[in-house]
């Protein structure tokens, strides 16, 4: 192989069996499982915010602890409650929950359509 313009080769030429590449094989059960993961997920993340649960979480007071400051970074970040509560913080989650839904039938869809 030179440098110079002139003839130009091929990838067969370099690696002779390039047309016999095996593709992996993908199982419709692989498919199945990772639609109805996506399914469960996104109907999780959609109700899961809008519940009481949501505010018994103790994800705001661990992020306060790990914020600088430590145990003093109360006073300086009052707000992490503040936005686990918002409203729009919570769409959010129920965004992606729609997204994951919107994923899982997409998925469901393509697999009817191969078949």
Known sequence: MS???GQVSTPEEHNPGLEHTIKPATS????AV???ISLALGMYLIVYPWTDNW????LPAYVRQILPGGELASGLYPNV???????FFRS???CLGLLNIWTAIR???AM???V
């Open 107 to 109: 998925q469901i869809a």
């Open 34 to 36: 990772f639609a109805c």
């Open 28 to 31: 419709p059960w692989s498919h």
């Open 3 to 5: 440098l110079t313009p």
């Open 81 to 87: 409650d503040d936005v686990w509560d918002d409203p």
């Open 55 to 58: 505010n018994l979480n103790h």
């Open 112 to 114: 009817f359509r191969a």
């Open 92 to 94: 959010a989650f129920t």
